[in-house]
């Protein structure tokens, strides 16, 4: 069966420090992945989303990065946080096509301060 | 802009009560998703719904899609305690790549 792994759970990182959230996917292969945020009673917003290594799409413009070095890995990173990147951080992993449901990660709440 | 518009935001019943959770969208679509998410947690798919005129049912909730008016709802049934949590669709938007964008999320909180 498929497992997500995502970590830390929690995070708590000054202003200006660097961050590095990694996920990662087990029992597929070629898995599309996801990052999502939601900030604090609200919505999800999708960050970033790969469908291969090497190929990250990014869906708003931010201080954030995603990087994907193997086909089961997603990495979330930023140089310098800021106040504004607090919030909940998901990791999905989907299988793709016309019908592709997305299974969710555990999470990480991230608090800048 | 794609929309995806749920409501009411937040919701309280009692117990035993039945209540309708609705969600707009603002693309053609016929892929709908709902997600199911307890305080602090991630989220766990509830249903899955790929055509006009779809209708799941799990237990005491009950999904529907209507492609045409661009409308899906979640109905719930004799409401208990364990249902509270926040319910999210998504919606699966063909001009986005088929990414899922997801409305704000209904709170519903059950009361005894």
């Known amino acids: 069966s498929q497992t997500i792994h995502q970590w830390p759970a929690t995070l708590v990182q000054p202003v200006g420090s660097p961050l590095s959230l990694e996920c990662t996917v087990e029992g597929t292969s070629n898995p599309n992945l996801y990052w999502y945020r939601q900030a604090a009673g609200r919505g999800l917003q999708l960050l970033f989303y790969?469908?291969?290594?090497?190929?990250i799409s990014s869906e708003v413009p931010q201080n954030l990065s995603a990087s994907r070095p193997q086909d089961r890995q997603f990495i979330l990173s930023s140089k310098k946080l800021l106040l504004s990147d607090s919030g909940f951080y998901l990791c999905a992993w989907g299988r793709g096509g016309t019908n592709e449901k997305l299974f969710f990660g555990s999470g990480t709440q991230l608090s800048v301060l | 802009e794609l929309k995806v518009e749920q409501n009411p935001l937040f919701l309280s019943m009692q117990e035993g009560k039945n209540y309708t959770i609705y969600c707009n969208y603002s693309t053609t679509s016929d892929r709908l998703y709902w997600y199911r998410q307890d305080p602090g947690k991630s989220l766990e798919s509830l249903f899955v719904l790929l055509s006009n005129g779809a209708v799941k049912q799990e237990g005491r909730l009950m999904a529907s899609l209507d492609t045409k008016a661009r409308l899906s709802t979640l109905h719930i049934t004799a409401a208990v305690h364990d249902l509270s949590a926040t319910y999210f669709c998504a919606v699966d938007a063909r001009e986005y790549g088929n990414k899922l964008v997801f409305g704000a999320g209904t709170i519903l909180r059950v009361k005894s």
């Open positions: 790969s469908v291969g290594i090497g190929q």
